[in-house]
């Protein structure tokens, strides 16, 4: 998402390259390049209009900055407008009470049973929340089963009643069960239809108004631009809701739903959601999101998952044996896992500053690694402990087995021994600050030369 704005913005700034300041002159073919670079990312026209000229307002009566470069100056207004454009600071899910009561609403199709399961998972590992998860989708076939597998997977609860065909029963049913068995959140999913119509505003808001929820989230599929904006906005008129839930955002999206819901609607979006794994939710943040829209990267978003999902201890015995020389395949494919818990490779390699642009074409996914686990995992166990046995007719049988050519065997195993050279490499001299491995560095001639003088 946001490649091409990326790249359009990027080339509006160009028009400051070798200028001392912000003029007249030099602004105006820059604002109207970031006008037509929001509208080509389905931006609402009068949306992309406003933001422009408050653009040119605050670049034109900011003064002049003699340490600063126009380009740079233009960059920081773009990046906090766009942050003001996209809500100015996140807002967090409300789920006090007893229990905090979730509504989930949206059109057929837009992830919002998927979304219920991850909003579970979420609010388990990361609130500690006991939840309760609602089945009250009584039309499409198979939802309630979709629910359960999701409920199944993130070991949450879901209430369902397969007989009742009355959605409005089954949701304060369920939320009878949750205060009986004293559960912290409720998350009712509420089914979808293929367009907006008078019949699923009024189930929705009958739902809505028997339970009286602590939150109300709408779901909208981010790949369907301004359309889930206005989608949004007839919800929002009926439903008065909360806050938006953005879904799809790995797919082929050019960002206009993000940059427009706030502006139009009014509400704040409160989670975007990639990918099929239920791990794969993170909150808004308007300011992270500019910095990546403007290829600055994400590198806070970055260390929070890596924090998530690097185990501490599991990390100190990896060091361990980094230091003394023990890394084997096995720790390597610990290490693999780790870092496919912290979402999709692409993504991740697109929130460290400088390398958005350089990655946004290359066909990166976590199946990338899918081959380098086979070949592994066609070792024994003997020969992952120990990388040293693997001779000729051992890699014979491990390219046999993995399905891969022997070349592509020698060159990973090749590959890791340089790697573990490296990593043992960079602990022995961290460790000791001197020379790599450790060794002390021989005094010079000159030195030893001054020290006999001294002894004279």
Known sequence: MFDNLSERLEGAFKAFKGEHKITELNIASSVKEIRRALVDADVNYKIAKDFTSTVKEKALGGGVLTAV??????????????????????????????????????LQGSGKTTFSGKLANYLRNKEKKRVLLVACDVYRPAAVEQLMTLGEQVKVEVYKEIENKNPVEI??????????????VVIVDTAGRLAVDEEMMVEIKNIRDAINPTETLFVVDAMTGQDAVNTAKAFNDRLNFDGVVLTKLDGDTRGGAALSIKYTVGKPIKFTSQGETLDTLDIFYPERMATRILGMGDIVSLVEKAQEAIDEKEAERLQKKIKKNQFDFDDFLSQLAQIKKMGNIKTL???????????????????????????????????????????GSRKIRIAEGSGRT?????????????????????????????????AKRKPSRSASKNKRKKRR
């Open 171 to 184: 949701a304060k049913n369920g939320i009878s069960h949750a205060q009986k068995f004293k559960f912290d």
């Open 69 to 106: 470069k126009p380009g740079e100056q233009m960059t920081k207004i773009v990046h906090d407008e766009l942050v003001e454009l996209m809500g100015g600071e996140a807002v967090q899910i409300n789920v006090s009470g007893k229990p905090g009561i979730v509504l989930v609403a949206g």
């Open 406 to 438: 022997l070349l592509e065997v020698n060159q990973f195993i090749r590959q890791f021994e340089q790697m573990k050279k490296m990593m043992h490499s960079m602990t022995q001299g961290g460790m000791t600050g001197g020379a790599p491995g450790g």
């Open 349 to 391: 390699l697109g929130m460290i500053p400088g390398l958005g642009k350089a990655v946004k074409d290359l066909d990166i996914d976590n199946d990338s690694f899918k081959h380098i686990e086979a070949m592994i995992r066609s070792m024994t166990p003997t020969e992952r402990a120990t990388p040293d046995l693997l001779n």
